[in-house]
């Protein structure tokens, strides 16, 4: 690999980055990207009180899970193909092995098992910080380069591949 | 709200309809992150439908824009659950075990609507498929299975003697 390239690829990875961090469902949930290494993510959200799953619980809504786990999914894609053609979830699947409490922040991990020209299958951990016991697991097939428009750290917009 | 093979449950009459629709609003009135994405029961011909208004905080992809797929998965996981719960003569309050979601199209910044169909209730579980649409109905923009555990006395009793 050249040096030009590995600028160019960190590059790539840096706009996901950030294009994650701008998504506005993601900011109002308080989603962050903790890390991108290799073709792993970690994101993290601090829970709130109207994230629960009932009023007389501190039980996050399994749904609160399910939107990290999508997020981070997507950004692993990202982080494995290192360019930034559109993508789109083609599916999730989500099991929720264990009651999320609110006391403590989520964490996602998400790791691009295969990576095609055309589909990308994405595997997402869901933990509590500071606890290794998994809260949910999620497998996610993503579709590549459809039709949209690709994202330009600044803002800027132009027609996708 | 309709079950596969039962009939009967589409012909109840419109007094029950009223009271299916004040029963499943008092059920997602309790969920504190339904309230947060406003989602609305609304009552139609072919049954219950809920209604999720289209904000700028749903917002998944803002280059298209799209909503955001956790926001349609949100939508299908707490209709699935209110679906199981007002089928339970005791109304127990269901845990959700698994879901898988189908993303069919992409779903645009506008009103989402879903409605559940109940695959089949056990005394412990419940499946519930979803689907999910826009502006035409015959247009789905996603379809999701929901599997839900119901606590049993047994399980309730642990929860009991663990406090």
Not at chain 1, 85 to 97: E, V
Not at chain 1, 131 to 138: E, F, G, I
Not at chain 2, 11 to 16: C, G, M, R
Request: charged content about 20%; some cysteine.
């Amino acid at each position: 690999m050249t040096d030009s390239n590995r600028v160019q690829h960190s590059d790539a990875v840096s706009t996901a980055w950030q294009f994650t961090e701008q998504v506005p469902h993601g900011r109002d949930l308080g989603m962050q990207v903790v890390s991108v290494n290799g073709n792993q993510v970690c994101m993290r959200l601090t829970p709130e009180s109207w994230m629960f799953a009932e009023d007389s619980s501190e039980e996050i809504c399994t749904s609160v899970l399910y939107s990290l786990a999508d997020s981070a999914s997507g950004l692993a894609v990202f982080a494995e193909a290192r360019e930034l053609s559109p993508t789109a979830t083609l599916d999730l699947r989500m099991d929720y092995l264990r009651p999320a409490i609110g006391d403590r922040a989520l964490l996602a991990v998400a790791i691009c098992r295969q990576l095609t020209d055309e589909v990308a299958f994405i595997h997402c951990d869901i933990l509590s910080e500071g606890d290794s016991a998994l809260l949910a697991t999620a497998n996610a097939t993503f579709m590549r380069n459809t039709q949209g428009q690709q994202f330009h750290a600044g803002g800027r917009a132009k027609e996708g591949a | 709200m309709k079950t596969i093979g039962d009939s009967a449950q589409q012909s109840s009459s419109p007094t029950e309809k009223e009271k299916e629709c004040s029963d499943w609003g008092a059920l997602l009135e309790r969920i504190p992150y339904a309230r947060h994405l406003e989602l609305e029961v609304q009552r139609y011909d072919a049954g219950l439908v809920v209604h999720m208004p289209c904000r700028e905080a749903l917002i998944g992809n803002f280059m298209l824009p799209a909503l955001h797929g956790g926001v349609i998965g949100a939508l299908i996981e707490l209709i699935a659950r209110v679906a199981a719960q007002s089928q339970d003569t005791e109304t127990r309050c269901p845990r959700i075990l698994d879901s898988h979601i189908n993303y069919l199209r992409s779903a645009q910044a506008r009103s989402t609507f879903a409605s559940a169909e109940i695959v089949r209730q056990g005394r412990r579980t419940s499946l519930v498929r979803v689907t999910c649409w826009q502006g035409d109905k015959s247009k789905l923009i996603a379809s999701g299975q929901v599997q839900l555990l119901l606590p049993t006395m047994a399980a309730k009793e642990a929860d009991l003697h663990e406090q």
